[in-house]
């Protein structure tokens, strides 16, 4: 099937053609007719002639029949000679309707020859470039572009990377930035550029060596200094932020990112004073009030963390089920079992439901009421199939907290007979089995996980683990526990398995490094009495002992860390 060309000017040139005719045959000048458009340079004084209008209606008819290939060629011819902005346009426009790329950017070309205050054509150029990835001409056109742009320029220059993203060969892209940037060296805008085009080039150093001239050289600018935040290391940036924020009256997304900042530094308190500030400025703003509440009940302040929750409730915040969670844990932590249950039972379908069911199980349990928190999960269960898997392994788990392994095992074991290779059910029947000596089972499950999902890295580290706590196959382990940590590098509890291995084969230094790392992510317990067990064969009794102390004062009654410390201090 043809493409047939819009025909945008056929009627209004028969018009022009009719006038004509009433001249008999007399040129008349009168401009050629163009759909309505951006506003456009004084046109050129254009005689509408017989040969002109004869080959514009040519070309428009052309179009019209679906001849793509004359009504290219013809409003070429025309735009050339005729050298009309309106006409290269229409020439512009035809041929990159045809696909015919060449002609359309000679036209484009043309028409912001003619017409240099286009935007539209500069535009167009711009793109036909981008797509003929043609980076050297490309870069000429945008240096003329910002030498053009008068006072726009800073604008102009915050705009490069996102015309230059579409460019094929991402490469290309800081060399273009750089070299058409270098006549603007002492404005700020050209080293902002700079720095996003080395930042998406993955070049950290020259990305923020471009950020920090852009700082230098409108120290008030917000948005440099945002970049340079995100390009520094936490502790710098806190710093970088920290002095701004003295010397200049900063905006709230500048302090909400400090006060970020604080909590990913695990600098709560000083997060804390950051958003309270932050809420006396803005004291209805739902994103502050959730990160105050989130603070507080981390810092073991519930009343203030009830306070922010509550308020956000009043406020019809649009994450309402989190904080209804946070409020029914509050209430749970204050013994206030009714209110807990209520919380949860106010949380709907979502992200939140099945977290909330579970809630309310342990809820009854510690109220003494075991075999209700099985029937609620039980009936939850049974009206929502696709949370089945969930609820299941949660019913477990409340089996296991009770020391009712073997039943734990029963449940699980019924999920896996209804669907045999569901991986979360052969992973955690896998670690079930474990727990009661079904060693067989525990392998061959997780074995079969891995069969199904080659890059579970959890499994990789049970497995691995297992065999290393065993001191069986020690090789073996080592390779699944490499495995895994190629899959999750910073996982602590499988750095705790690489420690722990390498303890076994008699590589005590690099087991303490291992675990120590381990332990600096995540004080558990677990790692705890294996770093201690680790320390204290190396001769450093003293610190083996201070990390078994402080370990069990913060998690009192854990049974590997009472039985390592046993085994050693008995």
């Known amino acids: 099937m043809k493409r047939r060309l819009p025909p945008l000017l056929l009627v209004a040139c028969l018009g022009a053609g009719a006038s004509l005719a009433q001249q008999e045959g007399e040129a008349v000048a009168i401009p050629v007719p163009i759909p309505a458009g951006p506003k456009v340079s004084p046109l050129p004084a254009q005689e509408l002639t017989p040969q002109i209008l004869y080959q514009f209606l040519l070309a428009e008819i052309a179009g019209s029949r679906g001849n793509t290939t004359l009504a290219v060629d013809a409003h070429r011819d025309l735009a050339r000679g005729t050298r009309d902005p309106r006409i290269a346009q229409r020439a512009a426009q035809i041929a990159l309707f045809a696909r015919r790329y060449e002609v359309a950017l000679d036209a484009a070309r043309l028409w912001a020859e003619l017409d240099p205050e286009s935007a539209q054509a500069r535009q167009m150029v711009t793109s036909l470039l981008l797509a003929g990835a043609r980076p050297e001409e490309l870069a000429d056109h945008l240096a003329r572009q910002l030498a053009a742009e008068g006072p726009n320029l800073p604008n102009a220059l915050l705009q490069l990377n996102r015309v230059l993203a579409r460019l094929p060969d991402k490469r290309q892209v800081p060399r273009i930035v750089e070299q058409v940037t270098t006549p603007y060296i002492g404005i700020a805008e050209a080293h902002f550029a700079r720095a996003v085009a080395a930042h998406g080039a993955q070049d950290a150093v020259r990305a923020l060596g471009e950020a920090e001239r852009a700082v230098a050289l409108r120290p008030e600018w917000e948005q440099a200094v945002l970049l340079r935040s995100q390009l520094q290391s936490r502790p710098e940036a806190i710093e970088g932020l920290h002095r701004f ?326």
Do not use: C
Not at 413 to 434: H, T
């Open 245 to 570: 924020i003295a010397e200049q009256r900063a905006s709230r997304d500048l302090r909400q990112m400090l006060a970020r900042l604080y909590v990913a530094e695990r600098r709560f308190a000083e997060a804390r004073r950051e958003f309270a500030d932050l809420l006396a400025g803005a004291p209805d703003d739902t994103e502050t009030l959730y990160a105050l509440g989130v603070l507080s009940y981390q810092q073991q302040e519930p009343r203030e963390a009830e306070r922010h929750f509550r308020r956000l409730i009043e406020l019809n915040y649009a994450e309402a089920d989190s904080v209804r969670l946070y409020l029914g844990q509050l209430a749970e932590d204050d013994k206030r079992w009714d209110e807990a249950f209520k919380w949860y039972e106010e949380i709907g379908p979502g992200e939140q439901f099945v977290a909330a069911r579970l809630r309310q199980a342990h809820v009854l349990t510690k109220q003494d009421k075991f075999d209700a928190a099985l029937r609620h999960l039980q009936t939850v269960r049974a009206g929502h199939a696709e949370h089945a898997v969930r609820l299941l392994i949660g019913e477990a788990q409340l089996l296991r907290e009770a020391d009712r392994t073997v039943d734990a095992l029963a449940v699980l074991d019924e999920g896996l007979a209804a669907q045999p290779d569901q991986p979360e059910l052969l992973y955690e029947s896998a670690l079930v089995a474990e727990r009661i000596g079904r060693i067989d089972t525990f392998e061959s499950r997780l074995k079969r996980l891995l069969q199904l999902k080659p890059d579970h890295a959890h499994a990789l580290n049970a497995l691995g683990y297992s065999l290393a706590e065993r001191n069986l196959r020690l090789d073996e382990a080592q390779q699944l526990i490499d495995r895994a940590l190629a899959l999750a590098p910073d996982d602590p509890f499988i750095l705790d398995s690489k420690g722990w291995v390498r303890f076994r084969r008699g590589d005590s230094p690099g087991a303490l490094d291992a675990l120590q790392r381990a332990f600096a992510i995540r004080p558990d317990p677990e790692i705890a009495a294996h770093l201690g067990e680790v320390l204290w064969t190396l001769g450093r009794r003293d610190d083996a002992t201070r990390t078994w102390s402080e370990a069990a004062k913060a998690h009192p009654g854990n049974d590997v860390l009472t039985a390592t410390i046993k085994r050693f201090q008995p």
